[in-house]
């Protein structure tokens, strides 16, 4: 499906990951994937991966077997042992006996079927494929690093342990150990046998003095055995002796000007191979990446030579992991994979490397084109790397070169400078924004300013005030523009990164008089022209301004979730008016295209409000994240979503082209080849970006929610439960939506580790209740998490609350049982004690106290208060008490009871003594605390400042933020509250102790709403937002939910507040919303709230209104219920109807021409787009309402011109969309007398007014076009040859292809041929009916538009015949004539390659592109001579009316021949299109 494809990177620390077979299939396990290359000596191909595997895969090995080359089998940290055919992509068996994570795998190369596995816990696992049978070994009790089967002897396998002992096992005799060979002293990263089994060609360079003649006799066969190690040496082992031949250490190469550290082993991965065909040589790898050859029969100490030796851009630039070798055409080569995240090809002749593939360790956040060095894609990788590549490389189609200094997180947002080659712009996710020069091997330059948040988006535009201040020279010709997941757009200047970058958000408000807070920013793009700026919100509205002051054109009110992406069509169109064609994709999963020229190049004084889209994309089943223009076609828009597929859109049909399915995940970012109409590349959370091809597709339309997601599971990792919790972080607090989010999952090492980038760590929840004991000991996470103690929203008890609360119930319920009451604790231990010896003691004690009591000095042997005598302390003097104290506090220290120990200091005076150990200890309470003012203020204030760390840190916040308010410290305790995320309590204590207009409570309000928006309590918000005085905030974000109430509720608070347009604009959402669910009272109601919004309710008045007309009429299929009295049609004219009611429901005064004029303003201010076939009917019929309600204020104010014009729009909008029915049934309503109803205002226009006279023209010709398909109708039913008419036109008619409601129509007019004739004959048909059909300049044009249409889709065959592939008619579309070959079978008109496409293909061959572009000018120039008039108004198909006229002609004789032979000369004169051709002719025979 993919032309080109960058994989994810291979596994890290696998001895064995990757292997190529002898067809040249290279296989390696990236994440859960294993992916398959096709490998030449010239360059790789990527042929497709297999998926299966839940878990990193650890370990793969092929089939070396004639006639199974294409089977193959894989290891995973699932503990699964899968076999595929790679053939199919298929799995054909799997083995589940592995207990721990498998280590090391292997395929036999003698046993045919034999796979070979181990794991962490020593088990060794034998699989027999084919006859599925399983034998499990426990050699060791040890760790497997490795394991390798011998090529030699089918019963052997060599085991590498971690411990560095490798031990050779014979599976034949339950996996005894043959030999156990010891000398590695640390973990054995690699196995390798000799491709030969005899030993005696390195016998004469054996390093130990063991004589060869004890061993073996005439070299028997054993073979030889590599090992490599991470104590840095190779060692050859004899296996038929069991006996280490040969060491060699690794030499210390110098790169890039530094040695390497012996020392330093943590990033030291030795691997070593034996290639086949070469018994004396080996490669292994080396400290910094290198690769080297040992010759091991070469004689002197450097037996080595490096691979790669003549360049060192040649090497790995880190360690290498896994190697392996293949010969194809008489090339031996070399496959080397390494933690460069580089795949290498080597030709082991030259010892030099023949390609590189770059590989992909993250998501693929961005890719970006350089629209200066053509060919140049930049990709953005959550690896922290940037790569660049020249994907117009003619040698080397993998041409990349790598940036990693000065990147230390992921790279989401990439933008090459406009006009200077080689600058790349770059942020990161953690908010870094710097500029790369490609061309350069100097560190980036960095932005000093950060965001808090990731980068989301990048542009270079003008730059506006600040930085736009002084003269051209001393300002940067362009600007750095930067928006990151806090909401906010920075202007950073490239010429000084250093200085302070600029919030546009300022010269926003100032320039707009703005005073409410502005919705977070999510996305931006600066037209090309760099006049004007699109900004995407986090609301889902776009506003448009104009530079340099930012001055709003208008603000778009489509989209109603986040806005993940906005860009303008191409400047280069060969149509002007799509340049203003802004493209927005948002959660939603739709694409909305607006035109928004009218706002730009007439821009009003107060802002546009746009809320219709001229064109709406729907098919994706998840979010938008990105979408380009194609550079080469006019209206061509390519899209990448969620749902993991990229779509392909014809924007001006409103049709989809292709969808591409090759991805295994999510879609992140798209662009189009600037080269090549037909290629786009796409990346994704699946490490890869994939180049593809649009006419090779063989899907159209995204795939429905339930087939996709079954596609994804099969590929998708689910997610492992451990015991961290990662929270991602979003854009705008909302940009990445729950368990979706891109930026910030990814685990550092994700491709080393095997995990995916987004797997996150989630806890483990069904643990039950917690107790009280343990839930002291929660952090704060855990505690605000788990438990909801002292949450946001705290209006009840906590957990722990509610557990204490059940607990005192039930002990109260229990019978309170007489227990013996326990004695306290002794605060006088010691002493205390020394009361219960002997009575001879005691008694001693007794004449020592008299003794130091009568004493005049000491009494020898006995100081009261200490040692033994620690008693007495309390029947002396003080001195003696205080010593007494001071061996009961050493005991209480040494007990841990530090309460005891501060009582005594306590006592004895020493308060501030005790408060300073109580707070060493963490050990203040409540009853310390209270004592500490008969220390002094300071000793209290710091006192209470200690206590609220320790209840801070016992998580009690509510406690000691109320110690805090007891010293007066006020603003730390709302501080503290805050801090931890207990605002409502932060406001009852800032509302009860501050000033009312205290800049702190403000600030509360302001960030207990974002929390509460962001978790999406959106009506605590609104309070919050109102109490800050921020209604217009507190209306947004009741409206941020979008059903009709909360809109309702948002219009009703913005109307209370004074925010009259927020309020209109909720109001105007709100009503169409209802006029969508057919709501009619509710929605006027809702109007009626408004006074400035009575033209809207003429539009919905008059739009109610038609649809009660058409109920019957087959134009309207639904239901019709809630619906005003007034709207049921009446006798009178349709537009006579409107007025009345006009005038009687809505207060309308006729003769007040100013309201006219202002109600007329108001209504052509909204936008209303083309109709297409893909609107709704619904929303068709408000369009057509909207033109009628504009008609009949035209008609009021006494401008004809403008009724007639408004009038053709109303007509035709029913022949745009292909609904024949709707334009006869407007023609009826607005028409009634037909052809005699168009004459009447005729007579009103000024007869100078030519452009006037065009329109009426036009809709002269509608009206006329109409009745010539009811009188081929009329003239089919009258002459009873209906059957045969269908027959011979293969049932379909021209409009009939377009009208799903033709079938209805037609029975109506059946059966009430009388009305139809009367209405035909207030017609006047005649021949003055097909000369108005029958126009000339008309078939001029319209041939020659179609002839321009019919050289496009020729050039694009052009470029797709230089493809291998058959270009596809969604590629090269039918020339739009209006029209379709009536002659022609339905099958090959809607059919996947038609008749006429097959006939260009063969023409393309024959022409070349210089002729096509002279055809093209000259009809472009023959379409600049002809009239104005002519091309701004539509008019029905001439040829098309041409052809009915000769059918019926043919079949009923009804058409005077002078009018046939003015149609058979119009088609012969511009009927040169194949199909038109083929038609008119047919029916002149």
């Not at 030999?179 to 390798?192: D, K, S, V």
């Not at 038609?1106 to 019957?1112: D, I, Q, S, V």
């Not at 001579?1425 to 041409?1442: M, Q, R, S, T």
Request: net charge negative.
């Amino acid at each position: 499906m993919h032309e080109r494809l960058l994989p994810a990177s291979p596994n890290w620390y696998c001895s064995r990951c990757s292997d190529v077979n002898s067809d040249g299939i290279l296989g390696f396990g990236a994440k859960n994937t294993i992916y398959l290359l096709k490998v030449t000596a010239t360059s790789p191909t990527v042929l497709g991966e297999l998926n299966g595997h839940t878990e990193r895969v650890s370990g793969f090995a092929f089939c070396r077997h004639d006639g199974q080359e294409n089977i193959c089998a894989s290891t995973s940290d699932d503990k699964t042992v899968k076999i595929w055919d790679i053939d199919q992509k298929a799995l054909l068996t799997e083995h589940s006996v592995h207990q721990s994570i498998i280590s090391a795998i292997h395929w036999s190369p003698v046993e045919k079927g034999l796979v070979v596995s181990g794991d962490e816990k020593g088990i060794v696992v034998c699989y027999w494929h084919g006859r599925n049978d399983t034998h499990s070994f426990f050699p060791e009790p040890r760790t497997i690093f490795c394991l390798t089967c011998s090529p030699h002897n089918e019963n052997y396998v060599a085991v590498g342990y971690k411990d560095g002992m490798i031990a050779l096992i014979d599976i034949s005799k339950k996996g005894e150990v043959v030999h156990r060979l010891r000398g590695h002293e640390e973990e054995i990263h690699a196995l390798t046998w000799c491709p030969e089994a005899k030993e005696e060609a390195l016998y004469s360079l054996q390093e130990d003095n063991t004589d060869s003649s004890n061993g073996l006799k005439d070299a028997e066969v054993g073979g030889y055995l590599a090992s490599g190690s991470r104590d840095q040496t190779v060692r050859i082992w004899s296996t038929a002796r069991g006996k280490g031949v040969m060491t060699l250490k690794l030499p210390f190469l110098k790169r890039r000007g530094a040695g390497v550290d012996p020392g330093v082993k943590e990033r030291l991965w030795l691997t070593v191979h034996w290639p086949n065909g070469r018994p004396s040589q080996i490669i292994s790898s080396c400290f910094g990446g290198e690769l080297v050859a040992w010759d091991l029969i070469k004689s002197g100490k450097q037996k080595w030579t490096l691979l790669g030796g003549s360049s060192d851009s040649q090497n790995h630039s880190r360690i290498v992991f896994n190697v392996n070798s293949l010969c194809l055409e008489d090339r031996e080569l070399l496959i080397s994979t390494s933690m460069d995240r580089e795949i290498k090809c080597w030709d082991l002749a030259l010892l030099e490397c023949c390609w590189t593939l770059p590989t992909l360790g993250g998501f693929v956040y961005a890719i970006g084109f350089s629209p200066v060095a053509t060919g140049c894609l930049a990709l953005g990788v959550g690896d922290n790397m940037i790569r660049v590549w020249n994907t117009l490389s003619v040698q080397n189609p993998y041409d990349t070169k790598t940036y990693w200094q000065g990147i230390k997180s992921k790279v989401t947002a990439l933008a090459w400078h406009s006009v200077k080659e080689g600058s790349l712009a770059f942020g990161t996710d953690d908010g870094k924004v710097g500029i790369y020069d490609a061309y350069s091997n100097k560190p980036p330059q960095i932005s000093s300013t950060f965001h808090r948040r990731t980068v989301y988006c990048l542009g270079w535009g003008p730059p506006i005030p600040p930085l736009s201040f002084g003269g051209s020279g001393d300002r940067p010709s362009y600007s750095l523009y930067s928006c990151a997941g806090e909401g906010i757009i920075l202007q950073h200047d490239p010429w000084n990164l250093s200085g302070e970058a600029t919030n546009i958000d300022k010269l926003i408000r100032d320039t707009n008089n703005i005073k409410h807070k502005l919705s977070p920013h999510t996305d931006l793009s600066w037209k090309p022209d760099g006049k004007v700026l699109a900004i995407g919100n986090e609301d889902g509205s776009i506003e448009v301004y104009a530079a340099p002051n930012l001055k709003l054109l208008c603000s778009v009110q489509q989209h109603h979730k986040i806005i993940n992406a906005l860009r303008w069509h191409h400047p280069h169109s060969g149509r002007p008016e799509l340049r203003c064609l802004l493209a927005s994709g948002s959660s939603n999963a739709l694409v909305y295209v607006h035109d928004l020229c009218s706002a730009i190049e007439n821009p009003s004084e107060s802002p546009v409000l746009v809320t219709e889209a001229f064109r709406s994309l729907s098919g994706h089943t998840n979010k938008i994240t990105n979408l380009a223009w194609s550079p080469h076609h006019d209206g061509r828009l390519v899209t990448v979503s969620y749902d993991g597929t990229a779509q392909v859109w014809d924007v001006l049909k409103e049709e989809p082209i292709c969808n591409y399915r090759g991805h295994s995940g999510r879609l992140l970012c798209v662009q189009w080849s600037p080269v090549d109409p037909n290629l786009v590349w796409t990346g994704g959370d699946d490490f890869t970006v994939q180049e593809w091809a649009v006419s090779k597709q063989e899907h159209v339309r995204p795939p429905k929610i339930g087939r996709r997601r079954v596609e994804l599971e099969k590929k998708k990792v689910p997610q492992k439960k451990t015991k961290k919790k990662k929270k991602a972080i979003g854009k705008g607090g909302a940009k990445v939506e729950e368990n979706e989010a891109p930026i910030g999952e990814e685990e550092k090492g994700a491709a080393g580790s095997g995990l995916d980038e987004g797997q996150s760590y989630d806890e483990d929840e069904e643990g039950g209740c917690v107790s009280i004991s343990t839930a002291l000991g929660l952090s704060k996470e855990t505690n605000k998490d788990v438990c909801g103690a002292e949450k946001t929203h705290n209006g009840g008890k906590s957990f722990l609350a509610v557990k204490k609360d059940v607990k005192d119930e039930k002990k109260k319920e229990k019978i309170e049982l007489p227990l013996k009451k326990r004695k306290p604790r002794s605060i006088l231990p010691l002493s205390t004690s020394m009361d219960h010896r002997p009575k001879e003691e005691l008694q001693q004690d007794c004449l020592d106290l008299a003794s130091v009591t009568h004493a005049k000095g000491e009494v020898a042997g006995c100081v009261p208060g200490t040692g033994e005598h620690i008693q007495l302390g309390l029947f002396t003097d003080r001195e003696a008490l205080f010593q007494m104290f001071k061996e009961e506090e050493e005991s209480h220290v040494e007990a841990g009871h530090y309460d005891s120990m501060m009582y005594l200091r306590l006592w004895k005076g020493d308060l501030i003594g005790a408060l300073n150990l109580a707070t060493e200890k963490g050990e203040l309470t409540d009853h310390l605390v209270s004592l500490a003012p008969m220390a002094g203020y300071q000793v209290w204030a710091k006192t209470v400042e200690s206590y609220v760390k320790q209840l801070c840190m016992q998580e009690q916040f509510l406690k000691a933020a109320s110690h805090l308010v007891s010293v007066h410290k006020l603003y730390e305790a709302i501080g503290l509250l805050k801090a931890h995320q207990l605002y409502r309590e932060a406001i009852a204590l800032a509302k009860a102790r501050l000033r009312a207009e205290d800049p702190v409570l403000k600030d509360l309000y302001m960030t207990w709403a974002a929390v509460l928006e962001r978790d999406g309590h959106y009506t605590t918000a609104a309070k919050c937002y109102l109490a800050a005085d921020a209604s217009f905030d507190a209306a947004k974000v009741i409206a941020k939910k979008g059903d009709v109430m909360s809109l309702k509720t948002a219009a009703n608070l913005a109307k209370i507040a004074g925010e009259s347009n927020l309020s209109q604009s909720l109001s105007l959402r709100c009503a169409k919303d209802l006029m969508l669910s057919q709501d009619w009272l509710a929605a006027q109601d809702i109007l009626s709230k408004q006074d400035t919004l009575l033209g809207h309710r003429l539009q919905f008045c008059v739009s109610e209104m038609l649809t009660r007309c058409l109920a019957h009429t087959g134009v309207v299929t639904w239901s019709l219920t809630s619906m005003h009295a007034w709207s049921e049609p009446a006798d009178e004219g349709f537009l006579a109807a409107v007025c009345r009611v006009w005038k009687n429901v809505f207060g309308l005064v006729p003769t007040d021409l100013d309201e006219m004029r202002a109600l007329h303003h108001q209504l052509r201010a909204i936008e209303n787009p083309p109709a297409t076939a893909s609107v709704p009917m619904k929303q068709l019929l408000f369009h057509v309402a909207l033109d009628v309600a504009l008609s009949v204020l035209s008609q009021l104010l006494g401008d004809w011109a403008s009724v007639v014009e408004e009038l053709l729009r109303a007509v035709t909008r029913g022949f745009e969309a292909g609904h024949f029915t709707l334009m006869t049934e407007m023609c009826e309503l607005l028409l009634p007398q037909g052809m005699d109803s168009v004459e009447v205002y005729k007579r009103r226009l000024m007869k100078d007014d030519e452009e006037s006279l065009d329109v009426y023209q036009s809709l002269e010709a509608f009206v006329c076009y109409q009745f010539m398909y009811r009188d081929w109708w009329r003239h089919s039913c009258c002459s009873n040859t209906n059957s045969h008419s269908t027959e011979d036109m293969n049932g379909q008619t021209p409009v009939e292809n377009g009208d799903p409601n033709h079938e209805t129509r037609t029975t109506i007019q059946s059966k009430d041929q009388d009305v139809e004739a009367t209405v035909r004959s207030k017609g006047s048909v005649g021949e003055g009916f097909w000369k108005i059909l029958l126009s000339e300049p008309h078939a001029n044009l319209q041939a020659t538009q179609r002839a321009i249409e019919d050289i496009q889709s020729r050039v694009s065959l052009l470029v797709q015949h230089h493809h291998p592939q058959e270009p596809q008619p969604n590629l090269c579309a039918l020339p739009q004539t209006g029209f379709c070959d009536i002659t022609q079978e339905p099958s090959s008109l809607e059919g996947p390659v038609g008749l006429e496409s097959k006939q260009r293909s063969s023409v393309a061959e024959s022409e070349s592109f210089p002729a096509l572009v002279v055809q093209v000018t000259e009809h472009q120039k023959r379409i600049a001579a002809i009239p104005d008039h002519l091309k701004k108004y539509p008019f029905p198909d001439v040829l098309e009316c041409c052809i009915v006229l000769l059918y019926m002609n043919k079949h009923f004789g009804v058409i005077p021949r002078h009018v046939c032979v003015e149609a058979s000369s119009l088609l012969v004169r511009y009927g040169s299109t194949s199909s038109l051709h083929k038609a008119w002719q047919k029916l002149t025979l």
